[in-house]
């Protein structure tokens, strides 16, 4: 059973970048689609980005298009979410999630029900 353990969060004003990290346990970290969602104070999770399991496809809902740039390293069981041009409605808990697959992605990897393994959260924080 896959861990995940999120980390770069913080504070950071508009404008500006983080990398954020989700550090996966054990050996068969390149079997999972992973993806990121984040949950902002007295709103419902929501879909960020998605990766394959390759590496090779990619997904991203519309408002970070062109800002965030997901990827993953699977010979270091990690995948990084690249958060540049950070605006205070970026400001939420960003969550990393995977799913074991049998295909490289899913059909719908925007779909939160897609993913059975959660991390804890990192606070991500975009003052004006």
């Known amino acids: 059973q896959v861990q995940l353990v999120e980390s770069g969060g913080g504070l950071v004003q508009a404008g500006g970048s983080l990398r954020l990290s989700c550090a996966a346990s054990?050996?068969?970290?390149?079997?999972?689609?992973m993806g990121w969602f984040r949950q902002a104070p007295g709103k419902e999770r929501e879909f960020v980005s998605a990766?394959?399991?390759?590496?090779?496809?990619?997904y991203y809902t519309d408002s970070v298009k062109g800002r965030f740039t997901i990827s993953r390293d699977n010979a270091k069981n990690t995948m990084y979410l690249r958060m540049n041009g950070l605006e205070p409605e970026d400001t939420a808990v960003y969550y990393c999630a995977a799913t074991a697959a049998f295909s490289d992605f899913l059909n719908r990897p925007y779909e939160s029900y897609e993913y059975n393994l959660w991390g804890q959260g990192t606070q991500v924080t975009v003052s004006s």
């Open positions: 990766i394959s399991r390759s590496g090779g496809t990619t």
């Open positions: 054990g050996r068969t970290f390149s079997n999972y689609v």
